[in-house]
């Protein structure tokens, strides 16, 4: 164990003296340059993928576990329990406008690394996961159902289980019954001691079924 | 260009700090997008994030938005009856930022003291310098 946080601490100093070791902006990621395997102690202590992928609900086997320097990101939902299956009500928004509309419940995992985007510029990250759907009423929908900013300075690695959605996710309708296509990603705004506020956008996505009925009994 | 006045943007943008914006119309509004915007019948425009946004086929957009160090979204400093803001209420768009310019405009017009003092200041400068 303690040789994984000397060598986690060594190629932290090793990262912050040498940028160039590893081929990351705050915009774009190559995956290639720079990027080592170190030992299977310290992959097994950051699970992460090559790529930003999601995976929905697989077991990663131990030949998928590689410490990659660029930001990886891994959001799975829930649906290892019944009870963490996403939702749906048809309730009235009470602070828009007076009609019933489709409120959804996901729950979810976040697992990122996001210690690449950090450079000497970025003063905080505003990380924010996103869904985005189409329904008859509106051709493109997006809510954001949670948000974190992230100063420099704190933990950049994030592995947060079984979040609700900080947002209500309204729908302007009914448009969630039954929909199949709705996508969850996450972007985050770089925020810069000064200069370019960059949006960046996540590669990887996950699609979130809900279901063809309301739930009427349960709640979060 | 546009100086914040308030905090509800914290801890990325402080009080003073200057904000560089573009009013690209052709530039669709996205969530997470920082927008500047009036409300209908005020003056001061605000700039918060956007939180949620309905666009149809035809590109008529409403969206909501939110300052990052509020609790809730901004539903509440909408008119009465306005629920959605639409792209006619946007001013422009945050591209870029530079931190602490803008706090001398700020001072001067939180103590109009120091707008004085700054002026006489000048007006001496400008005395001296002649010579």
């Not at chain 1, 924010?128 to 949670?146: D, F, H, P, R």
């Not at chain 1, 960059?198 to 009994?217: A, C, I, K, N, R």
Request: charged share 25%; proline share 5%.
């Amino acid at each position: 164990m303690e040789t994984t946080l000397l060598y986690e601490w060594a190629a932290a100093l090793w990262r912050e003296f040498y940028p160039l070791s590893y081929a990351c902006s705050r915009t774009a990621c190559s995956s290639n340059e720079g990027a080592k395997e170190p030992s299977p102690e310290a992959a097994r202590t950051l699970a992460a993928t090559e790529e930003t992928q999601l995976h929905l609900g697989q077991q990663m086997s131990q030949a998928d576990l590689v410490v990659t320097y660029f930001p990886s990101l891994w959001i799975q939902w829930k649906q290892t329990r019944l009870a963490d299956l996403p939702f749906l009500k048809n309730v009235e928004d009470f602070t828009g406008p007076r009609e019933r509309s489709d409120l959804g419940f996901v729950t979810f995992d976040i697992t990122a690394d996001l210690r690449s985007i950090f450079d000497w510029n970025v003063k905080q990250l505003f990380l924010y996961l996103s869904a985005e759907y189409s329904t008859k009423n509106n051709a493109l929908n997006q809510v954001v159902l949670w948000d974190k900013i992230i100063l420099r300075g704190d933990n950049p690695r994030l592995f947060l289980k079984d979040m609700k959605s900080k947002y209500f996710f309204f729908d302007d309708g009914n448009g969630l019954k039954g929909n199949r296509n709705v996508t969850l990603t996450l972007s985050w705004n770089v925020v810069p001691n000064a200069g370019i506020l960059p949006l960046v956008t996540g590669s990887g996505h996950v699609s979130v079924p809900f279901p063809d009925t309301y739930e009427t009994t349960k709640s979060y | 260009l546009f100086v914040f006045s308030s905090g509800s943007m914290e801890p990325a943008f402080h009080r003073g700090d200057l904000l560089f914006l573009t009013n690209r119309i052709e530039d669709p509004i996205r969530v997470g997008e920082i927008v500047v915007f009036r409300i209908e019948g005020r003056e001061i425009p605000i700039v918060h994030r956007v939180l949620k946004i309905h666009e149809k086929q035809n590109g008529d957009i409403k969206f909501l938005t939110k300052g990052d160090n509020n609790a809730v979204d901004d539903r509440g400093l909408y008119k009465q009856g306005q629920h959605w803001l639409e792209k006619k209420d946007v001013v422009g768009r945050a591209r870029g930022f530079v931190p602490y310019i803008g706090i001398v405009t700020i001072l001067m017009n939180d103590y109009p003291k120091f707008k004085y003092a700054v002026l006489f200041l000048l007006g001496l400068f400008v005395l001296v310098h002649r010579e």
